[in-house]
């Protein structure tokens, strides 16, 4: 009698087992067909990235063209030619622009942090708003261009060209602004903690921090 009500208990813990795996089971299968599997790295670009008739690549002949909240993240734009073209709030993370010609160019709002502008020329061109967080800027020409409520911490810009620029309300500290040329720009409200300004030419330069 014993016998056959332990073997009664076994069986019945046996088959209590077997229907707790085969419902985690069916809940595993059903989590999988309603979730996307997470990876780490995204599916890279296919083929040229053409955005309004334009083809972005090194040397790309676009000037006006509309870019206006395009993904450029990692672009290489490397002496192109995009004068008076509209980027507005573009995302240009970790761009390579050296050389490039952005004169007179919208980029209120763009994302350009840890791109690569050296040698870059942005005359007269409108960054409000953008952030350029450690970028590299040595020998950028920002001649004229309108710099208000920008962020550019820990960027490393030697020789940048900002004559007559206006930078207001901006984050500038940490940068690096060895032999900066500041003649003419207008300065106002800016944080400039632990900036460095050595060599910089200020001369009528209003608002420069003289005494830094």
Known sequence: MKKNLFGAVAALAVATAAQAEQSNTQRLQAAA????????????????????????????????????????????????????????????????????????????????????????????ADFTGANMDFSRLAGAHFQGANLTAISMEASWAPKIRLVGATIKASNLQESKFYDADLGEAVMEGNNIRYAIWEGAHMENCTGCPFDW
């Open 33 to 124: 067909t309603t979730y996307p599997i997470i990876v780490d790295t995204e599916t890279p670009r296919e083929g040229p990235l053409v955005i309004d008739g334009c083809e972005l690549k090194p040397g790309a002949d676009c000037p006006g063209v509309d870019l206006s909240h395009a993904d450029l993240r990692g672009v290489k734009l490397m002496g192109a030619n995009l004068r008076g073209a509209k980027l507005t709030r573009a995302n240009l993370y970790n761009a390579t622009l050296k050389g490039a010609d952005f004169s007179g160019a919208d980029l209120r709002g763009a994302t350009l942090t840890k791109s690569h502008m050296q040698g870059m020329t942005a005359r007269g």
